[in-house]
């Protein structure tokens, strides 16, 4: 089945405390992306991934770091997590559809810090 | 990029036609316009994507203007589980960079 897998699905943390959420897509797809969804704030991009070894930053990238070293796997890597990083965390992968592409989002991740 | 902007909700009964128009000002000559469905503790899915006039699939319509500042996505006959957030999305234009809006949550009474 084609998925987007994101692990852990919840996670309650202390501030500091340096923390990975890893994102796996098993349809070959070279784009990826992190966003973060906070309540009236709808979603905002954190980084993307064109390719493998080629990230850039989205909207929020402040506090977050990312990697590509393969192009079914983009984890996001919070070094020292704070209070405001407490939020909804989807991955998405995305295929080319005519000059735009559709993007499949995993089930998201819940992420408290406290 | 281009900036979006939605109704925050709306209310609807079941088998009504839900039209809900994004304003996109600022769209850009290559930008694409994308409609996703978000149900609550779920990612965003896909719905629809045109670049301009009408598109239609099996779950949806999406009309674009001449000028291309807009677009109304319509979801004919909604039933209850129709009930979700409705989010706007322009890009492309060879970026992967994407600004979501605040989305417009579609209420469905039975």
């Known amino acids: 089945e084609a998925q987007v897998t994101q692990n852990p699905r919840y996670l309650i943390t202390v501030t500091g405390k340096k923390l990975t959420v890893t994102c796996s897509q098993n349809?070959?797809?070279?784009?990826m992306s992190w966003y973060r969804q906070d309540p009236g704030l709808g979603l905002r991009q954190i980084y993307y991934?064109?390719?493998?070894?080629?990230?850039d930053k989205g909207d929020v990238p402040e506090g977050y770091k990312v990697s590509r070293k393969e192009k079914r796997n983009f984890p996001l890597i919070l070094e020292s997590p704070s209070p405001n990083q407490t939020s909804l965390y989807f991955c998405a992968s995305s295929i080319k559809r005519g000059q735009d592409y559709e993007q499949y989002f995993g089930p998201g991740t819940r992420l408290t810090v406290t | 990029l281009a900036k979006t902007t939605q109704p925050i909700s709306m209310d609807s009964y079941e088998g009504q036609e839900v039209n809900i128009t994004c304003s996109h000002n600022n769209i850009a000559t290559n930008d694409y316009i994308t409609w996703y469905q978000q149900f609550p503790s779920q990612g965003p899915r896909f719905i629809i994507q045109?670049?301009?006039t009408k598109v239609t699939n099996e779950v949806a319509s999406l009309f674009i203007p001449a000028d291309r500042k807009s677009s109304t996505l319509s979801l004919p006959r909604v039933s209850l589980s129709d009930t979700a957030v409705y989010y706007c999305?322009?890009?492309?234009?060879?970026?992967?960079?994407?600004?979501f809006g605040t989305g417009t949550r579609l209420k469905v009474l039975a």
């Open positions: 045109g670049y301009k």
């Open positions: 991934s064109m390719n493998v070894e080629v990230t």
């Open positions: 999305l322009v890009g492309g234009s060879g970026t992967y960079k994407y600004i």
């Open positions: 349809m070959n797809h070279e784009y």
